[in-house]
């Protein structure tokens, strides 16, 4: 049982450092805005968003991921299969 957690928690956190290297490069990339109107756009449109503290969302997404993988992985483990079913393999799904 704790293999399984362990395992899930493991596969959250891969997720969520994922998640956050993907958020960092997302925050790198220019900002093009466009505003409404009838007259051309000048020079001034394209530049950087600035951005607010980003740590804390970071933190959340590395840390959620592997507490919703030690969650998941504990439901699997508490309401899961046990291994011992006398049906194997695809067929499972159409004998039951």
Known sequence: MRRIITVSAGIGLLCGLLAAGLFLWWLSLPVTLYTAGYTPLG??????????GTTPFLIGMVVGGAVLG??????GAAFGSD?????????AFLVR
């Open 83 to 91: 291994g011992d079913s006398d049906v194997t393999g695809d067929s």
């Open 43 to 52: 020079e001034g449109t394209v530049g950087t968003m600035e951005t607010s």
């Open 70 to 75: 030690g969650l998941v992985g504990a439901a």
